[in-house]
Every structure is written in structure tokens, then in C-alpha cells.
């Protein structure tokens, strides 16, 4: 009779106890469907900002509690760490506000920051959401890569380049994927016509007023982004100025530094390039100058 008993009172017991537990959990948990915080503009949205800068969030919370009790915007980046950049505490059950974050002073090309905006109300339920910057060096003078040299395409030299590497050009029909080539050399065996095209879509906008000297990421970028790129740049000249990127962004600009035809039977032309460094750099493509490593012979 007990062993009958024990056998219906213990799994009584033991889902008695799950209950019980599930209840204190939810009861000690905060729910973050208790508090809710809005910021605009929202993710989808870029944000890019010059170092700083100022630029307006603006914040809408609300709770089904007492009230919202504070706001924290916490920004990180790997060069400042992390950082309380605006706190404030408030006694109501919605609050709407705005928050003006400066962006930070960097001697980076550009700077990837990450804002957490926290919210919590009075019985401590917390929700946030992330917003993403991309700050922009003021002041950075762009590196520039000279003594580039491309040759006609019926010279059997380099005449094609990887923005990865442009110091490094390499001969398109050598190449082991002509898809790499984000610049090759159009132009008859006289050189009397020099052209660009590209196997990468990538485009390309001639703008001789642009200040090459004084080049910035931001400069560079907002003249592409206001151009119609096209697909070939054609009747290349010295001193023109190239400006080239992929879709909405821009990769650099070029300089036309000489144009030479049957210079000792030798047609080429010299370059110089101002390359903007991307946060999210692909890997380099291979080139006949840099083969992939087969894992065979790697170091062991």
C-alpha cells in the first residue's frame, strides 16, 4: 500500500515542484515585453559622421509599470572602449527625449562605433536596441601609393590591377581569374586611346576639379556618391582624376601622373592612388605576384 502510494505522491510531488520553480522564475525575471524603447533613426538606417560631430537620436519609452526610471546610451569602439556617453533618470510611465551624441576625435581613416541605448523602469525591466556609426577622421591625410605603371594590353605586361594590392599589377591573360581585375587597360597596339573597364563592377567617375592633394575619405565619397559612375572610362589623359568604387561606395582615387606612347616601344601609362581603408576589407584576391598558399605546403 505505501509503495502504491509513493509511486502516485513522488511524480505529484516532483511536477509540484517544477511549477513551483517555473512561477519564481518568471515572477524574478524581468520581462522585457514590460518596458519598450523606440530610437530613430532606426538600424537599417547609415549613419556617417565626421569626428566630432553631433548627431540628434531622438528616444521614445514607455512601460506598463509605475514609471520609466533612467536611460544609459553606452557607445564602444576598439580604440576608446566602452563608454557612458549620456544618463539621465526620469518618473513617468512614457518619456520621449533627445539624445545628441559626439562622435569621437580619432586619427583614423574611419571608426566603427557601436551605441547601446538601455532602458529601465521601475521594477527593473530593461530593454535596449543598437545603433551603429561609422566616424570619419577629419583631419586624415590619405596614404598615397605612387609609381604604378600599366601597360597596353598587346605588350604581354601588366596591364590590369587589384584595388586590394595596387602596387602589385599583373598581366590580365596571365591571370588566373580575369574576374579579379578590378581595373584593366582598353587601348589599341598605338596607345593612342587609353580606356578603363573593369571585371568587378567596378565603376568609375572622372572629375578633374576634385582636390587630389587634400583627399579625404568623406570628400572622396561624397563626390561618387553625387556622380553617375559608369562602367568604362574612356580617352584617359594626364592629370585626370579618377575617382573608382563599388556601388555606393567609393575605393579611391587616381591620379594620371604621365602617359607614354612608344616610349623606346614601350606604351604605358604611370599612376598614383589614394585608397580609402574599409572596416570590412575582403580577402585579397589571388594574383600571379600573390598565388594561394596550398595547404600542402604550408609551414608545418
Keep these: 500500500m505505501m509503495k502504491s502510494l509513493k509511486r502516485i505522491f513522488l511524480p505529484f510531488v516532483a511536477c509540484a515542484s ?17 518596458v519598450a524603447i523606440f530610437v530613430t533613426p532606426g538600424a537599417s538606417e547609415k549613419v556617417e559622421m565626421l569626428s566630432g560631430d553631433k548627431y540628434r537620436y531622438e528616444v521614445d519609452m514607455s512601460t506598463i509599470h509605475d514609471h520609466v526610471a533612467s536611460l544609459k546610451v553606452v557607445s564602444f569602439d576598439r580604440l576608446h572602449g566602452e563608454t557612458v556617453c549620456f544618463e539621465e533618470k526620469y518618473n513617468t510611465p512614457t518619456v520621449k527625449c533627445s539624445v545628441v551624441y559626439e562622435a569621437p576625435e580619432t586619427d583614423r581613416e574611419t571608426l566603427e562605433v557601436e551605441l547601446r541605448f538601455i532602458v529601465a523602469d521601475n521594477l527593473g525591466n530593461k530593454n535596449e536596441v543598437i545603433r551603429k556609426v561609422r566616424v570619419v577622421g577629419r583631419m586624415v591625410a590619405l596614404p598615397e601609393k605612387t609609381g604604378i605603371v600599366l601597360y597596353g594590353p598587346q605588350s604581354g605586361m601588366a596591364d590590369a590591377l587589384s584595388l586590394a594590392d595596387v602596387s602589385r599589377p599583373f598581366c590580365l591573360a596571365d591571370a588566373p581569374d580575369p574576374d579579379m581585375a578590378d581595373i584593366y587597360v582598353e587601348a589599341p ?8 573597364r573593369s571585371n568587378t563592377e567596378a565603376k568609375f567617375v572622372r572629375v578633374n576639379t576634385f582636390n587630389y592633394v587634400e583627399a579625404t575619405p568623406t570628400g572622396i565619397n561624397q563626390v561618387y556618391r553625387s556622380s553617375v559612375p559608369q562602367d568604362v572610362v574612356a580617352d584617359l589623359q594626364t592629370n585626370d582624376i579618377i575617382i573608382v568604387g563599388h556601388g555606393s561606395e567609393a575605393d579611391g582615387v587616381f591620379r594620371i601622373v ?18 580609402i581603408a574599409h572596416t570590412d576589407t575582403p580577402d585579397k584576391p589571388e594574383t600571379p605576384d600573390n598565388p594561394e598558399l596550398n595547404p600542402d605546403e604550408s609551414d608545418s
Design 18 to 34: 517544477l511549477m513551483l520553480g517555473l512561477t519564481m522564475c518568471t515572477e524574478n525575471t524581468p520581462d522585457l515585453s514590460d
Design 189 to 196: 597596339a598605338d596607345f593612342s586611346t587609353v580606356g578603363w
Design 258 to 275: 604621365n602617359i607614354l606612347r612608344d616610349f623606346g616601344g614601350v606604351s604605358c601609362m604611370e599612376l598614383s592612388y589614394k585608397g
